[in-house]
């Protein structure tokens, strides 16, 4: 009996190779290559194919006879989920949804299927991880499904494709691609083949059909989602699904979309009846922190088109050790590092002494260079004891010579304030020479960071 066949694929880039190599040559990657068994099939509708039969292939069209309507956007029923989508779901587009296990994705997908129905679409949620009772005791739990919303539970990709063409339904829901296979495939689910093999087909049917399809993809230690990473180059959109699961927010961001921006963040809420939206995430980030507490700032960071205010907290207190501890979540730590030393250097503060703890409040994770001046401040009210006004608004970018620089959207941000009740923001001198005159808030301009701590603190 002939021994099967077996190539190496890299679990990085889907490169192909006869033996195992120790660097994938395509993306440079080390220890990515895994072994699976593979077979030979014949190639069906394609346009080559269909060459080959005499068959006619399909025609190139000029730009200006390719036509767009309204209708070509559904909305989703979540104000938040339609924006990190680009203003609706995009007819035949196809949509990855990862997340860390019990974070949402299922129940946020099964929620926007019941908004869809509801509006009269036809909507077909296909499970291979849960039996139709689980899925009915979720729906039961998330409130009354009304419409054409009908449910499956299979894996094999050959039964569901033949569903799909029989049903024709407008959105088609995978949960989750790991779980998928093809009988032609030797390899077992979740292999770097079938999961690749399967995300073909479904973008196949995506395209072909004109319907939009998502996919739940799981995701490893490292936070990615498993698989071939020619699985996030395949599809049309990436989204995230971000947050701790003992805390009640959940962030859901996208990180790759051919149809709008990457930018944009979609905040909700996890409650007893399934996810609801948050539609003014400065005012639930802010709830609860204290009044007159040292080294808590609040910054703004705009997340796409949307300013969000937050909380950055920092704790400094002197070392026992003869090296300082730094320490930051929720930003970056070679940032805060870098940042105590511009207050070492050019403020000529004895950081080298203290330890420095940088904190941004309610689990967010913020890198916008437009947070540095409120985490030097925050360092600096910890370091003297002394409170920040907490109807203070903080924001601009500091460099290296300690200089405050330009940031973008500032105008955005300061309404943003206004619109919170803060009565003072502090931000950076080029930035106010832009500006409209603004009387409802008192708007601070400064250079460099001595005079952003002269402002602020005593």
């Known amino acids: 009996m002939a021994k099967p066949k077996t190539v190496f694929f890299c679990k990085e880039c889907g490169y192909e190779s006869p033996k195992w190599m120790g660097q994938c040559p395509a993306c440079k990657e080390w220890n990515t290559f895994v072994e699976e068994p593979v077979q030979k099939r014949e190639i069906k509708g394609t346009a080559l194919s269909g060459a080959k039969r005499g068959t006619p292939a399909a025609k190139p069209a000029f730009l200006n006879e390719i036509s767009l309507e309204e209708k070509d956007r559904i909305s989703t029923g979540f104000e938040e989920l339609d924006r990190v989508l680009g203003d609706g779901i995009v007819i035949g587009s196809l949509v990855l949804v990862g997340g860390d296990p019990g974070i949402g994705k299922s129940t946020l997908l099964l929620q926007m299927c019941r908004n869809l129905a509801s509006s009269g679409r036809q909507v077909l949620y296909i499970s291979g991880e849960e039996s139709l009772k689980q899925i009915k005791i979720r729906a039961n739990r998330i409130g009354e499904v009304t419409g054409s919303l009908k449910f499956l539970c299979e894996t094999s990709l050959d039964i569901i494709e033949e569903v799909i063409r029989e049903e024709k339904p407008e959105i088609v829901i995978i949960d989750s691609i790991q779980t998928m296979y093809r009988e032609d495939i030797a390899s077992s689910p979740g292999s770097v083949s079938q999961v690749r093999e399967s995300t073909n087909v479904l973008m196949q049917i995506a395209k072909g059909l004109g319907i939009a399809v998502f996919i739940v993809g799981h995701v490893t230690k490292e936070g990615v989602v498993a ?181 973008s959207m500032a105008e955005q941000r300061v309404n943003e304030a206004v619109k919170m009740g803060f009565d003072t923001c502090v931000l950076p001198e080029i930035c106010l020479e832009k500006m409209k005159k603004n009387d409802k808030i008192r708007l601070i301009g400064v250079k460099n960071v001595r005079e952003a701590i002269a402002a602020v603190l005593r």
Do not use: W
């Open 227 to 407: 698989g071939p990473r020619v699985l996030e180059h395949m599809v049309d959109t990436v989204l995230y699904f971000e947050g701790d699961r003992s805390a009640a927010y959940r962030i859901l961001r996208g990180v790759k979309n051919r149809f709008g921006s990457t930018n944009e963040i979609g905040v909700f809420e996890m409650r007893e009846n399934g996810l609801c939206e948050v539609k003014n995430p400065s005012e639930y980030m802010l709830s609860g922190r204290p009044e007159d507490a040292s080294g808590a700032v609040v910054a703004c960071s705009m997340e796409g088109t949307r300013p969000v205010l937050l909380e950055v907290q920092a704790l400094v207190t002197s070392t026992n050790f003869g090296m300082p501890r730094r320490t930051a979540a929720g930003t970056d730590y070679n940032r805060v590092n870098l940042l105590i030393a511009v207050l070492e250097k050019r403020c000529r503060y004895e950081m080298s002494r203290y330890d420095a703890y940088v904190n941004i409040a309610g689990g967010l994770r913020m890198n916008e260079p437009a947070i540095d001046l409120a985490i030097i401040l925050a360092l600096i009210s910890s370091l003297k004891d002394e409170p920040v006004s907490p109807r203070t608004l903080i924001f601009g970018e500091v460099g290296l010579s300690g200089e405050v620089r330009a940031v």
